[in-house]
């Protein structure tokens, strides 16, 4: 048995998954004006989880649960008498084990690098990220679907380096929700980085802020390198459940594939693959006793309502990627925010059942994969599309300069959107039923005139995927929309041609939206006793009841 102190914090379970909100914000004791300060940043490059946690839930109030850690006096936390586990609420928070230690529940089998040349390189496992805090262990209780406390991986590829070296973080860290012995599908949210390590001593507080750990106790500190983007990885994952609804993430051209029938331990397999992405990135730090950032944080605090100088507290403030209408705010009174720090090479998805797109309806939602969307705006409105019953759209903003920038054109930060759609799925939520749709998808400025300066492409491509892509748009806040109608029809018969549609109003000297291959249309014939139907499509099967003629 040992004595540690028993700890209670608030979690806004939506907000702990991306990493946003207030209830992130950290304070200090109260200090002298001369130590007063506070450090506001936006940034997406760093894991908003971290650590291993078993806890138990207590009350809920405006969308914040609070949560008290079990096992304060226990070798395991699942001993604590006060978190049993058949009659609590509780939260395991944990990250992903290889599937060579973990053979029937929930674990990563392969990370994989795919070189330019199309050859996929897979990753060696060099070690872990660190080591479990002892205060901190739980046992493995295969019957909850919940594997031991387990530190996340270190990786490197044959051939593959960055600025530091040749690791890479693999961190898939998994939250999973136990209500009286009954454990809900998994919360899992993975990324690579690439990363480095160097011994810093634990007292050294300073020193220790960039730090990439999960156990503060670890001498040894993992940072973050700079990387390339662009760089495609691939993920293999076995998982007790099928990913549900939509996968968001930060990685450009995103491929999903998931197997349809489960193995021998009753677990599907994911893979995820896509390049990974630049990300703005800012932090700023303002000090009470410098008169200048004294004033500039009065407009900020002012403007966000939040955090004045009167509270006599050191705070630190980390927005992530869903501080949409907060960072517009920012910019609003202190331009230096529509000038990036720098630009980080993130690869990120979330795999997270409870993703599901405002203003859709449940008439869609087969239980299946329905779609992924990445972006590499530093905020969004939200981490799915909107529907209006006609269109999607998607609410972005991020600084307008690339680090360093200055001149408004040539150093413009420029935007991307990949949107993956089912083709199911998108014929369901936009009533089209055999014939292949009329595609729009464009971007819009903040004032709302078109952004004739952006590339757009949407097409049906040959594995039944939807494929969406908006590139080179810049910032402040633009919005992107795509709409999927009925085609044209000649006497009756819909048209097959499939191309993307140009930006409405797009002046003269605008570039042409690329256009995607054209998607082969096939018929076949389905009969039933002596009724014969003629089905059409890209991918035609025959009705309920009929079989192919």
């Not at 300066?453 to 969406?468: C, E, I, R, W, Y």
Request: charged share 20%; glycine share 8%; with cysteine.
């Amino acid at each position: 048995m040992r004595i540690r102190p028993a700890s209670t914090f608030f979690i806004s379970i939506a907000l702990a998954i991306s990493g946003v909100g207030l209830l992130g914000i950290t304070q200090a004791k109260a200090v002298d004006d001369a130590e007063l300060y506070r450090v506001m940043s936006f940034r997406d490059d760093k894991d908003p989880i971290s650590g291993n946690y078993l806890s138990k839930a207590g009350a809920t109030s405006g969308g914040a649960t609070s949560y008290s850690g079990c096992g304060a006096e226990e070798d395991d936390l699942w001993d604590d008498a006060n978190c049993a586990v058949a009659t609590s609420v509780l939260q395991v928070r944990n990250y992903l084990p290889t599937c060579d230690k973990e053979l029937v529940l929930n674990c990563i089998e392969n990370i994989s690098w795919r070189k330019d040349d199309g050859t996929l390189v897979k990753g060696a496992l060099a070690g872990t990220r660190g080591s479990i805090n002892p205060d901190f262990f739980f046992s493995r209780k295969e019957a909850l679907g919940v594997s031991e406390a387990t530190p996340p991986q270190i990786y490197t590829f044959a051939g593959l380096t960055h600025s530091k070296g040749n690791n890479f973080a693999v961190t898939g860290h998994i939250t999973q929700d136990i209500n009286k012995g009954v454990t809900s599908p998994a919360k899992i949210l993975l990324s690579i980085a690439p990363v480095y390590s160097e011994v810093v001593s634990v007292e050294d507080e300073v020193a220790r802020a960039e730090c990439f750990n999960v156990n503060e106790k670890d001498s040894k500190c993992w940072k973050l390198a700079t990387a390339s983007d662009g760089v495609v990885f691939k993920t293999d994952l076995k998982l007790l459940n099928k990913p549900q609804g939509w996968i968001s993430g930060r990685l450009t051209s995103p491929k999903v594939d998931i197997a349809t029938t489960a193995d021998a331990a009753k677990r599907y397999t994911v893979g995820i693959e896509g390049a990974n992405i630049g990300i703005p990135t800012i932090s700023k730090r303002y000090e009470f006793s410098n008169a200048d950032q004294k004033a500039k944080w009065e407009k900020i605090s002012t403007a966000l309502n939040q955090s004045p100088w009167t509270d006599r507290r050191g705070v630190v403030i980390p927005w992530g990627p869903e501080a949409f209408s907060y960072f517009n705010k920012v910019v609003a009174v202190d331009k230096e925010y529509d000038v990036a720090d720098k630009l980080a090479a993130v690869w990120r998805v979330v795999l997270d059942p409870s993703n599901v797109p405002k203003n859709y309806g449940t008439s869609c939602s087969t239980g299946d994969f329905q779609g992924f969307v990445s972006s590499n705006s530093m905020t969004y409105g939200t981490a799915l599309p909107n529907y209006d019953g006609e269109t999607m759209s998607y609410d972005v903003a991020s600084p307008h300069y690339k680090p360093g920038g200055k001149d408004y054109a040539a150093d413009a930060f420029s935007g991307r959107y990949d949107l993956l759609l089912t083709e199911a799925y998108a014929r369901c939520v936009w009533g089209i039923k055999d014939a292949l749709p009329k595609i729009e998808v464009n971007v819009y400025k903040t004032d709302g005139s078109v952004d004739s300066s952006a590339k757009v492409v949407g097409g049906l491509d040959t594995a039944g995927f939807f494929k969406f892509s908006a590139t080179g748009f810049t910032f402040s806040s633009p919005k992107i929309k795509i709409k999927l109608t009925a085609p044209p029809t000649t006497g009756g018969t819909p048209a097959v041609t499939q191309e993307a549609a140009a930006p409405a109003a797009a002046p003269a000297a605008a570039p042409a939206a690329k256009a995607p291959a054209k998607v082969a249309i096939k018929s076949i014939s389905c009969v039933k006793g002596k009724v014969v139907k003629k089905v059409s499509g890209s991918n035609p099967k025959c009705p309920a009841g009929f079989k192919q003629k």
